[in-house]
């Protein structure tokens, strides 16, 4: 025994030391390759070379850093110097669902296979970086690339990041989490400077990269284009380096957003690390090239300030095994297994709003003609609008789903409503000044199609040329004179359903008063359309439920109501702090129109003791919460139980309630589970800006139970010490 013990103690001490000269070869191995470089090649690593390429040394056997979009899949290849398509037939990708439809499934486990999958088609495409997630809070319903975006809720937000970044990355593809930070508008995105207090940054805008960073070991952070406090983002020193680098020990790259530079020696001090952009294709005029070269030169930045830069871009390049002697991940591309993702995903984001008088779903085998009516039931998304896109091979529509699900079944099909828009100037297809004039043959034509058929199925809702990045939406209403199409379809054929296609909160409030069933979906996918059939039709029964708050007016909005959306003409100041989405209109008993977390099933689920395992809680204790859930219905379904805390008596501005804790569970009809959920107390903390850090107010909190913000099922009160 004792000789068993001594050679496994051996066996350990060989095991950590050899662990210890691994790390130490490798720190060796990075400033090995630092020092044989030029100063010239090194700076030339810290800026692009191509639209989307930073240059690599070739004779020290370190690759060029090739990055792609990718908050919808992985963008198809363009050409080195310019924008337009390479024309390769090989890059066609996946079109990954939309952040928000990726959100609205509250499904960890089906973020991590989604980002896997996306990872690997990276891989496929020998991309060392992938620009993705794009993470900034949802603060107002306008916001032109809200599409593209989470939650307005920080502990959601947060929660979804993290095994994205993780999916990712373990294909040896950096995930690039952007846009860092407070950037939440498209308007004056490059010059507007946004003034935030610190208690509203680190409660509500930072949580989701502090997760990324610290719990999902993020390789690469994209540094915004907007000021903040004053200083741009790609040289905002306290962004940058104090808390990215200082507070939450990131190690990795900072890569700024493209032409979002300013300045050659403030963004080398402050923190930048990769300069990319967009307009000038001489690459010696960057800021990060001569430039720089020159301010080393003349000692107004130290070399060593370049050379931690370099090992910053070198410690990503191995930790993804684009340098060094282990093989990088290979990958696969737009394979069945991706596009069942997509499915999967897509099928779990539907939203159902409204299902008054059982409209849905709908009975195949009672129907003989459908009338499919809309620009959305054959509009594809993958490759529209500004900003990022996909080139795939599969983008199956409403209309396709349902000639291919059920060919028996007669389909009249009208367009019913097109993009119109208002005479200008603006030399683009995107983001133009919006019609919302009802085209009257179409109409008519919409009408001819619903009387001849058992049910009117419309596709209504927005496009990726109407939310786009670079601009905002100018209000919340339905584009293209949708709600007097939709009444003049219901009053054609009162079996008439309506589909939402789009990806931030529209005005739904006629729609909703119009039918009797609503769906809303969102830019989807590859095979969006399958899902949304599948849902109309049950053969999958809706679970999604909104990540956003839907406001009865613009002006109920917090931003609006406060009157700082989109600020300007320099400054924009977060006035409504902490009190974003749903904790504003909760707080100040602003009733919404569909509520943060909100959505309905083909069943009803019903909740029931609630408990905690204790009455009284330390600041470093979990909380363990025990409640049981039952489908009441006839139905299987998945239902998504939420959690969130107040404190009726504290001594700070809080929120009415804020979400701690989350879980789907899915039941068979009539099946009851007891669920278990776990909230740290350090979950409860709020930022105290005296003295610098979290704290956990003591005194008695309340936890309720509920199927929304607004559905509470069930409450139970707990003290912190």
């Known amino acids: 025994m004792r000789n068993f013990l001594l050679a496994s103690l051996m066996g350990l001490m060989l095991s950590c030391t050899s662990a210890q000269t691994d790390e130490n070869s490798d720190k060796s191995n990075i400033d090995e390759l630092i020092s044989q470089m030029t100063l010239e090649e090194k700076v030339h690593m810290l800026h692009g070379k191509g639209k989307f390429t930073s240059a690599g040394v070739a004779r020290l056997g370190i690759p060029h850093l090739k990055s792609a979009d990718g908050p919808l899949g992985v963008r198809e290849e363009i050409q080195n110097d310019s924008w337009a398509p390479a024309g390769w037939d090989n890059d066609f990708a996946t079109f990954f669902p939309a952040g928000g439809g990726l959100s609205s499934t509250w499904n960890l486990d089906l973020v991590r296979r989604y980002s896997i999958a996306m990872g690997e088609e990276a891989r496929a495409r020998e991309k060392h970086v992938l620009l993705a997630p794009a993470v900034n809070l949802i603060r107002s319903p306008l916001g032109g690339r809200n599409f593209e975006y989470f939650t307005e809720d920080p502990f959601l937000n ?9 999916g990712l990355q373990a294909n040896d593809v950096a995930s690039c989490v952007k846009h860092y930070a407070i950037n939440n508008q498209e308007t004056l995105r490059g010059s507007i400077d946004v003034q935030a207090d610190e208690r509203t940054i680190r409660e509500m805008y930072l949580p989701v990269f502090e997760a990324a960073v610290k719990e999902g070991n993020a390789y690469s952070v994209m540094s915004a284009y907007n000021r903040f406090r004053g200083a741009y983002l790609s040289e905002n020193d306290y962004m940058l380096n ?22 050659t020696k403030e963004s080398a001090l402050y923190g930048l690390d990769i300069e990319m952009g967009t307009e000038i294709d001489n690459y010696d005029d960057w800021f990060f090239s001569e430039a720089l070269i020159a301010a080393v030169r003349n000692g107004e930045v130290s070399e060593s ?22 093989p990088q991940a290979k990958g696969t591309l737009n394979t069945p297994e991706h596009l069942q993702v997509a499915y999967d995903v897509a099928a779990e984001s539907v939203v159902m709003l409204k299902n008054d008088n059982n409209a849905l779903p709908l009975k195949s085998s009672k129907i003989r003609s459908i009338a499919v009516i809309g620009d959305n039931a054959k509009r ?50 995107w983001g133009l000044p919006v019609d919302y004039v009802p085209n009257e043959q179409l109409v008519a034509e919409a009408v001819a ?49 309506v589909v939402i296609i789009a990806g931030s909160p529209h005005d739904l409030s006629e729609i909703d008063a119009t039918v009797d069933g609503l769906l809303w979906s969102w830019f989807n996918g590859s095979r969006a359309g399958d899902a949304i059939v599948d849902v109309l039709f049950g053969e999958v029964n809706p679970s999604g439920k909104l990540p956003v708050t839907f406001p009865k007016r613009l002006e109920d909005s917090p931003a609006h109501a406060t009157n ?24 100040q008993n602003i009733e919404p129109f569909y509520p943060f977390g909100y959505g309905l099933s083909y069943t009803s689920f019903e909740y029931s003791d609630l408990s905690t395992d204790k009455s009284s809680y330390n600041a470093g204790d979990v909380i363990k919460v025990s409640l049981k859930v039952k489908n009441a219905g006839a139905v299987d379904g998945k239902e998504i139980i939420q959690l969130y805390t107040s404190k009726p008596e504290s001594d700070i501005q809080r929120a009415a309630r804020e979400l701690k804790g989350f879980g789907k569970v899915a039941l068979k009809a009539g ?16 930022y105290d800006v005296e003295a610098k850090g979290w704290s956990v107010e003591p005194g008695t909190y309340d936890l309720a139970s509920g199927a929304s913000s607004r559905d509470l099922r069930g409450k139970v009160s707990f003290s912190v010490k």
């Open 158 to 166: 947060k929660k979804l990041v993290v095994p994205f970044v993780q």
């Open 242 to 263: 104090t808390i990215l680098r200082d507070e939450w020990g990131f190690k990795g790259f900072v890569m700024s957003d493209w032409g979002a530079v300013h300045s």
């Open 305 to 326: 300030v370049i050379d931690q830069k370099v090992k910053n871009i070198l410690y990503v390049m191995e930790k993804i095994h684009a340098i060094g002697s282990e």
């Open 380 to 429: 594809k998304h993958a490759n529209q609008g500004f900003g990022a896109g996909v080139k795939t091979r599969t983008e199956v529509t409403p209309y396709d789903a349902l000639v291919a699900h059920y060919p028996d079944m007669k389909v009249n099909y009208a367009l019913g409503y097109k993009e119109q828009y208002l005479k200008n100037d603006l030399n683009r297809s």
């Open 449 to 497: 199609a619903a009387k001849a058929s058992d049910v009117a199925v419309v596709f209504a809702g927005s496009n990726r040329l109407v939310e786009t990045e670079a601009e905002d939406r100018k209000g919340l209403r339905l584009p293209f004179g949708q709600e007097a199409l939709i009444k003049a379809v219901k009053a054609a054929n009162p079996n008439t359903i």
């Open 564 to 587: 700082s959306f989109p600020g300007g003409p320099d400054v924009v100041t977060y006035e409504e702090g902490i009190l974003v989405g749903y904790r504003w209109f909760d707080t």
């Open 671 to 686: 099946e009851e589970k007891l669920v278990t959920l776990e909230i740290p107390v350090k979950e409860l903390a709020y």
